[in-house]
């Protein structure tokens, strides 16, 4: 990308790929905070939610997961318009359609319509005027599974937020590869984020597919956890820093990670030589909501770890 003379992130915009990969509320953080890369940013969105208005619907009609990549697709809005105020509406009352999301229903449709899914985002991101790419993890229906550490098993997003520990393990049913566009853009990356958000049900299910984790492993691209603010509720409340750390290397291979980047208020918590990991802390709490990272302080936050790994 070219470098323009003013510009704050001279780090982020000599970066000709950036992919963020996670799901929901934080990843949509992610993408809105560095939608000035355009074109040159990729959000690979998790499509494994089964519950509310998204759980509905593929209980009802089958199909992937809309709901992350709808909420993507609408936190990274160039320019609020009727059509970005349509796509997220949400209908109240009673009845079939009470708690549905409109863009969830859209997308459906168009998947319904035998369009491909990423061609389907890519319809309504020409609807939204989004510039970059945000493309699903896979494009075939897959769930969320865990093995507990008694043996039994489990499946849905939904069952696993409801655990009182962490499982032993995590899986995708069925197996599926992950879309080719989103292993295009993990080996033309020069820069690859993880995170934030919920831990066990939306940063690690892309790194469960096969191809991906292959792709994830060969990538020369530096690459970045981003923590996140707030405790989570469910059985990824119980893992500290270094438990993710452990489980993303787990999955991605040893000491694949570069850096992690986390408020300044839990820097304290952290042992650095444990971590196998470069750690970053710098103010991230916006001043509205404390548990939601202000996109200035985040891009800040992402260029000045990029500077000091350079260093390293």
């Not at 985002?121 to 769930?143: D, F, G, T």
């Not at 690690?204 to 530096?222: Q, T």
Request: with cysteine; hydrophobic share 40%.
């Amino acid at each position: 990308m070219a470098q323009t003379q003013f510009s704050p992130y001279p780090q982020l915009m000599q970066m000709q790929r950036v992919v963020a990969i996670g799901g929901g509320h934080g990843l949509g953080r992610v993408l809105s905070a560095l939608k000035f890369l355009g074109t040159h940013l990729t959000g690979i969105v998790t499509t494994t939610d089964n519950g509310g208005s998204t759980g509905r619907i593929r209980k009802q009609q089958g199909g992937i997961a809309w709901g992350d990549l709808r909420n993507c697709l609408n936190q990274i809005i160039t320019e609020p318009s009727t059509a970005s105020a349509l796509f997220e509406y949400r209908f109240a009352g009673e009845g079939e359609l009470q708690g549905h999301n409109l863009g969830n229903l859209m997308l459906k449709a168009l998947e319904n319509m035998q369009i491909r899914p990423t061609e389907a985002v890519n319809l309504v991101r020409e609807l939204l005027n989004v510039k970059a790419q945000i493309l699903p993890m896979s494009e075939s229906p897959l769930h969320l599974a865990a093995t507990l550490e008694n043996g039994q098993s489990l499946v849905g997003e939904v069952s696993i937020d409801q655990l009182k520990a962490p499982p032993k393990m995590l899986f995708i049913l069925p197996l599926a590869p992950a879309t080719p566009e989103a292993l295009e853009a993990i080996s033309q990356a020069d820069l690859i984020l993880f995170g934030p958000g919920s831990f066990l049900t939306s940063i690690l299910p892309p790194l469960l597919l096969p191809d991906l984790a292959l792709a994830l492993s060969k990538s020369r691209a530096k690459k970045i956890f981003i923590d996140n603010l707030g405790t989570e509720t469910g059985p990824a409340s119980q893992l500290k820093l270094k438990d993710k750390l452990q489980w993303l290397n787990a999955y991605l291979g040893e000491k694949t990670l570069d850096g992690a980047i986390l408020d300044q208020s839990m820097e304290t918590e952290c042992h650095r030589k444990e971590m196998n990991a470069y750690l970053y802390a710098y103010p991230l709490r916006a001043d509205d909501v404390a548990y939601r990272h202000d996109r200035t302080h985040l891009c800040q936050a992402i260029e000045n770890i990029l500077a000091e790994l350079q260093e390293i």
